[in-house]
Structure formats: C-alpha cells, structure tokens
C-alpha cells in the first residue's frame, strides 16, 4: 500500500527535528546510537563527535573535531586503521557497557575495552575534547571507565598526559596520520620511555620508525633541558609529572579562548604547535620541533657536542677524540669520540670532575636517578662506581636537589647559550693534570696577548700620527682587522660617486648620528648611506656594534644591511633603500597621515611586532634593541615595517634578563621608567618603547611634547584616562575616524599598547604574548597604571637636554633630532 504524501512529509519533518535535537546533545547511553551523518556536540559548543572522510578519501571515520573553526580540524579518530567505505556507520553501546563501532548494523570495526562495567553506561563528549565512558550517575574523572585521552591519535590538547601509568601499565603516545587522507598510525611517535625498574630518569623521544629522530632531554624541574626556551608564557603552563603512581608530561591553558594543540607531521617529520588565529581565520606555526639539525637524534654522534653556530657544528667534548679522526675530517660524526685517557678503575680514587654549563643533558637509556640526595652526595655516589660517567642535579630550582646520573657513553648533546644546567664529567687524574696545565699557559698567553695588543694599540696611534690615508688597510697588515674583515665592506670611492659626494639633494634625513644620503651603486642596486658624524658621539665602537649586530640577524620585519666603510675620517654604513622612509613621515604628517589608512597602520603594529619578537626570542643572539621609535622603523616600497639602527643595540647570554647601565642611552618619550631613571633595561623595555610606538601610530601624535596642549598629560596619560572612562576610541587619528576601520581591532591594539606601558617590567607583556595576543580574538587582561603618566619637570632622565648632568652612578646620553 502506497504512503500518502502527507504522511511521508511528516516522518520526514519529525526525522529532521529528531537528528537536530540529537545534535544538540553531548552524550549517548544504551537506549541511543549515532548514525553517520549525526553528531555530538560538546556542552559549550567547543567539540563535535561525528563520522568525516579525510582529504579526498571516501572512507568513513568517527572523529572529533573542533565545533567553530571553519578548517576542519579533526584532533582525534576512533578507527584509524579501521576504515568503513560507506555511509552504514552505527556508534552505540553494547551489553557489556562498551562503546561500539558497527559496520551494516552487525560488525564490530572497532571498540572500547574497559574492564568495568556501569550500572548505566553513557559516552559523553566534554569540552576539553575528551570523549569519556562513564556511569550516567559518577562524573568523577578519577573513575572513568574509558577516555579518548588515553588513545590520543596525532594531536596532544591540553589537560591530555603524554605518558606512563604505572599502575595499570598505560602507555600514552602520540603518532602522525600516515599521510593527509589517512588516520592509520605512521611511524612518526612521540611519547615518554624510562625503565622503572633500573630507575632510569624519563626522557620524550620522538621516533621515526624504531630509531629515535629528537630527545626532548630530561626535564629539570624548570623546562626539558634540550628546550631551555620553553619558559612560563601567558598562553598555557606546562607540567612533568615523576612519581609511584604517573610519569607524564601536560599542558594547561591559562586562556580559555586560546587555541592551540600540538601536532605530529608525518610529511615534514616535525612536532608544531599550532595556535589558531581568528582575525586570519588560520593556523599558524608557534614553534616547531626539531628546530636545527642540532636537535636530531645522536647528530655528534658519542661525548661531542653539537653547536649550531660553529662550523662544523662538532665539538668533541674536552677530555675526548674523535674515535676516526679521518671520518671526523669528513664530517661524518657518526662514530663520535672516546677518551684521550681511559679510565682506569683501579684509580678511581685519583679521578675527578669537570663542570660543563649550558649543555642539554644526555640520553637517560642508561642513567640512574634518587630524588632525595644532594650535589655532594651525588658526586661521592658517582665516584664510588668506576662505570659512572657523569653526574647533576635531577632538579634544578632553587639551590638544586636531587641525583642523576649517566654510565657509559653521553650521547645527544647540544650547547645552548641560555642553558642552566651543569653536568659534572668524569675525568682521569692524567686528564685533569693536563688542564692545570692548559690553564697555566692560557694565563701565560693572555699576558702575551695583552703586550701584543698594547703595541698594536701604539702602531695604530703612530699610523694615524703619520697620516694614513687608509687606515684600514694599514691595520689588517698587523693583524687587527681579522674580526672586522669578515663583515662587508664598500670602498669610500664607490659610496661617494653612489650619493654625488653625499650631496644635499639626495639627503633622506638627519638623526642624531648624523646625516643618511640615498644612492645607486654601480650595479643598479639603490642603498640608504648612514654617515656618522663627529659631532653624534658615536665612533667605531658603535658603527661596529652595528654591523656586527645585524648581520647576524635576518628577518622579513628588520632592515638588511648591505656593507659598511671605514676610511680616513668616514665611518659609514650601507643599508638596502627604503622607497617610503620612515614611520614617523606618515604618522607625524598632516598630508601623510591620511595616506596611512587604518589596515595599513595594524599591518605596521604586527610587522613591528614581529619583528622584536625576533629580536628577543627566536634570533641566534637575545638582541635588546635600545633605541626603538618611530624614526627607526623603515617602510619599503609595500609599506612593509623594518626595524633600523643597532647601533645602541645590547646582546644578552645565557639567562641573563636584563642589566644595569651607568650611560643611559636612548630616545626621550620612548625610554622606559626602569632605564630612564635606574639604567636597568631588557626585554621588557623594548616592550615599553613598542607600547608607545603603538600608541603614536593609533593616534598619529607624538608621545613627546604631547603634554603642552593636554594639561600635563602625556599621550600615554591620556590613553589611560580614555581607558578608564570606557572612551579609548577617541584616542584614533582625527583622520581616520570618518574612514573604513575596524573598531574592535582599534581598540584591542590601544589595550595591548596601555599593557606593552605598564609602570612596572614585571607587569608588561613579552613579545610573543604580544603577538599572540594581536592575532586572535581573547579576553585581554585589565592594565595597570602606566609609567609617565603626567609630565614630570625634573625626572631623572626626562630631561630635554642633549648635554644632562652626569652622575657617579648614571650617565645618561639622549637622541633627541628625529628626522629621517
């Protein structure tokens, strides 16, 4: 009997509102299941559970994936290697309480497999993206009877353990998809591996296939010390926890609207961390493993340490050889090194330790740790067994505490410049003989080299005395221009007939080094000429700094220095020609301003930006810049931002943060409260100087001088009191309130330029929380009061006086002409 229209038009409405409710939910129990094409969705509408096929493969999988990013982003698959080629997928609980995965109604593709059993048996997909089974009546997490966190497929969200529980014997890895379209398990792993029983000490290896790619190196009670960067940040905090019961590492999130997973890429065998941007609607890359081929696996092969900056990058440890020194001549490490001198266990007792510092520790396949014995006792420890090697703290926070040590060969080893670990390595008496010695001839030497010096010194004097008319020349044939030969450099001729001998009408500008002429080199290419004048106070010291500075650095948002010349009285340096000049000719500019529409501006802020994180973060050097303004900020011919002049420029090392000066130098408006008034600066006073580059280029005013026309307050007073009363926007250019702009992202960069100005350094943001933080949509913490509010007359360091008073502990030197 046929079906009436109106009755098939009814089921199929009442189908419709059944699977749109079904959607809505986030758990199924025994009287329900999901059939392809319906899903489950997450409480808070974070996560979605439903069947997808990957890529351009037809096959049916079960998956969660996040609910509201467009990309489909799938961060968990039940059946990986268990694909159905239709559409016949059923999800439901069976009998026995075990979530189920049928094929045509009748075969089992794949299944939990918890032990217990619920009185009733519900899955439920959790915000966190954790899909659990569990008693409809218990929502304890400690009594789950199954969760997807346990199984992770590639990705690691956050609260998700990677490793052991060694009361159940759960081993919790990570593996890559097998390629784009296909979930099944490649051979690309990661997870934690330690040896309970012989009390090794746990390492994260990475793996390709059976053989190990990347060792995170133990964690040290701070970070994993293969990864010394890996330091508290504002966007997650991150946990190892060693004890009876658990041995993993975790990551938590401090944002809740902060998104971001670690992912396993079986294509281009890397770890990434990957946070989604909302304003690009993207993902992007935060930091990926291995970073150099310094992190892979064994690269120096035995007791050598790898330096990627070094060349060849390895170094057989002092105390070591290599084992073929003809394979080593090659380059091929693989062999590594042995001792010069073996040990010899009948004179252990002669034996001793050097202390290596800034190495990331060796692998703990053969390594024995006690959490409760001191340094002291860790060294007669090691001491007492012949077949131990090496020796340090297990923890490193606060005075150390804690005993690990190595037996046999170290392998893995990588210097960092910014490491905190010590690693003590035995030596034999014959071994630690030789290095009294060596140190008796280096001081023997450096005696030397300073009477070699001071001659040099006096040559150099009598040359100029002479009357050289090179006088570069004349010091590399005594050999002090051996640092400086390695930079590149132009002759005085090519520059002069480059810039018309430096005439006024190819003059860009003037700062307070001097003058900066444009020219064209021989060979087509147009350069920017900074030529330093007697008069800046800047000399060689400076210029070299410079030179030496920036031509290590390499960044899209940082301008590219082309060469540099010092000849005669000239001291000059070559950088690639900006078309659009500086920053501060548009912003400043009545007529200029208006060319610089809003999307432009936000473009400058985020190139500024990322630029600095740069700088103080992922360069090979930790660069403090000194001097950042709106004069030296460089516009290429797309209005591409491109950070100028390190000639006040400081490097940091190892885990230095910040330092103190007695000759403050910089740029009145920008410095930062610390520097200005106490010569201490760092990182964080960069971010000062950006926070009011974000300020002028929103508001298109100068923060100097702003104080006359605005009542005593500064240009930052005054975003902080528009701030307070709820009324930021009107800090906007007058030029561009009438335009096209996007309000929200206005007002986001003048809160995070009011957090950037913050009175004290420990309040501000650094530069990568910065930029995470102009990338994406997320609750921005409250400001505090910021440094300079009001004018003061006679603040230390606010002084408008290119000759301040000098002082036994502070002497100050400011830049004050701006022009470009």
Not at 408 to 415: A, E, I, N, P, V
Not at 554 to 580: A, P, T
Not at 660 to 679: L, N
Not at 727 to 741: A, G, I, N, V, Y
């Amino acid at each position: 009997m046929a079906i009436p229209p109106l009755m098939l038009k009814i089921a199929a409405t009442f189908l419709f509102l059944f699977q749109t409710v079904f959607s809505a939910l986030d758990f199924i129990d025994q009287e329900q299941s999901m059939s392809d094409g319906a899903t489950l969705v997450s409480k808070e509408q974070s996560f979605e559970l439903g069947f997808f096929s990957p890529g351009n493969s037809k096959n049916r999988y079960v998956g969660i994936w996040y609910k509201n990013i467009p990309v489909q982003t799938v961060v968990w698959v039940a059946n990986r290697c268990s694909p159905i080629n239709d559409s016949s997928g059923l999800l439901t609980i069976n009998s026995t309480g075990n979530l189920v995965l049928l094929y045509q109604k009748k075969s089992v593709v794949w299944s939990t497999s918890s032990s217990k059993q619920a009185k009733k048996p519900i899955v439920q997909l959790l915000d966190s993206g954790n899909l659990v089974l569990r008693d409809q009546e218990d929502g304890n997490s400690e009594t789950y009877l199954w969760q997807s966190f346990d199984y992770p497929s590639d990705t690691m969200m956050p609260g998700m353990k990677l490793g052991w529980d060694l009361r159940t014997g759960l081993k919790r890895r990570v593996s890559a998809w097998r390629s784009w379209d296909d979930p099944c398990n490649g051979d690309f792993t990661a997870g934690v591996e330690f040896d309970p029983v012989h009390h090794t000490f746990p390492d994260v290896y990475i793996r390709k296939g059976t053989s190990k790619f990347l060792r995170t190196g133990p964690w040290n009670g701070l970070h994993f010390s293969g990864i010394p960067e890996q330091k508290p940040n504002p966007l997650y905090r991150y946990d190892f926890v060693y004890n009876d019961d658990e041995v993993y590492y975790t990551y938590n999130l401090k944002n809740k609207s902060v998104i971001t997973i670690l992912v396993m890429n079986q294509t281009v065998s890397n770890r990434e961390r990957l946070i989604w941007i909302e304003e690009e609607r993207t993902w992007k890359i935060y930091g990926s493993s291995p970073k150099d081929i310094c992190d892979r696996y064994g690269t120096c092969g035995a007791n050598a340490n790898c330096m990627i900056n070094d060349n060849p990058i390895c170094k057989c440890l002092r105390g070591f050889k290599p084992k073929s020194q003809e394979q080593w001549s090659s380059m091929d490490w693989s062999e590594g090194c042995v001792r010069n001198d073996p040990l010899n266990c009948s004179e252990k007792h002669r034996d001793g330790f050097i202390k290596f510092s800034g190495l990331k520790l060796p692998d703990t396949i053969r390594s024995w740790v006690n959490k409760s014995m001191n340094l002291k006792e860790c060294r007669a420890k090691c001491l007492s067994d012949c077949s131990c090697t090496a020796y340090t703290n297990s923890d490193i926070r606060g005075k150390g505490s804690g005993c690990l040590i190595w037996y046999g060969d170290l392998m893995d080893l990588r210097q960092f410049p910014n490491g905190q670990q010590d690693l003590f390595i035995r030596m034999p008496h014959s071994e630690l003989e030789k290095g009294k010695a060596d140190k008796k001839m280096r001081a023997l030497l450096l005696v030397a080299v300073v009477g070699v010096v001071s001659g040099m010194l006096y040559l150099g004097y009598f040359i100029r005395r002479r009357g050289s008319k090179d006088r570069n020349q004349a010091l590399s044939q005594n050999g002090d221009k051996e640092e400086d030969m390695e930079l590149p450099l132009f002759n005085l001729s090519s520059i002069t007939a480059a810039t018309e001998n430096f005439s006024w009408q190819n003059k860009l500008g003037e700062g307070g080094f001097g003058p900066v002429y444009r020219g064209n080199l021989e060979d087509g290419r147009e350069i920017a000429v900074k030529r330093l004048s007697i008069s800046s106070g800047q000399g060689v010291k400076e210029l070299k700094n410079e030179v030496k500075l920036i031509a290590k650095l390499q960044h899209r948002n940082l301008v590219k220095l082309l060469g540099c010349c010092i000849q005669e009285e000239d001291k000059l340096l070559v950088y690639e020609y900006m078309s659009n000049k500086s920053l501060d000719s548009f912003i400043f500019d009545q007529k200029q301003g208006k060319l610089l529409e809003w999307s432009k501006r936000f473009q400058i802020i985020c190139g500024i930006a990322r630029g600095l994180l740069y700088l103080h973060q992922d360069s090979r050097l930790r660069v403090i810049h000194r001097d950042l303004k709106a004069s030296n900020v460089l516009l290429d011919h797309e209005m591409n931002p491109k950070i100028s002049d390190f000639g006040l420029a400081r490097t940091f090392c190892g885990d230095q943060t910040e330092e103190k000066t007695s000759r403050v130098i910089g740029t009145y408006g920008y410095m930062a409260p610390e520097y200005a008034f106490d010569g201490l600066f760092s990182i964080k006073s960069d971010v000062f100087s950006f926070g009011i580059l974000v300020l002028e280029t929103v508001s298109g005013k100068k923060n100097r001088g702003f104080h006359h026309d605005n009542h005593g307050f500064t240009l930052i007073g005054l975003a902080w009191k528009l701030h307070k009363e709820g009324s930021s926007f009107e800090l906007l250019d007058k030029h561009l309130r009438e335009s096209d702009h996007n309000r929200e992202q206005v007002l986001r960069c003048i809160h995070i330029g009011l957090l950037c100005v913050q009175q004290s350094p420990v309040d501000r943001p650094d530069m990568s929380a910065v930029v995470v933080m102009l990338g994406s949509e997320s609750e921005l913490p409250q400001p505090k009061p910021p440094g300079y509010f009001m004018e003061m007359d006679s603040a230390k360091g606010d002084t408008s006086s290119s000759k301040p008073e000098s002082s036994s502990t502070n002497d100050m030197s400011i830049s004050l002409i701006e022009a470009r």
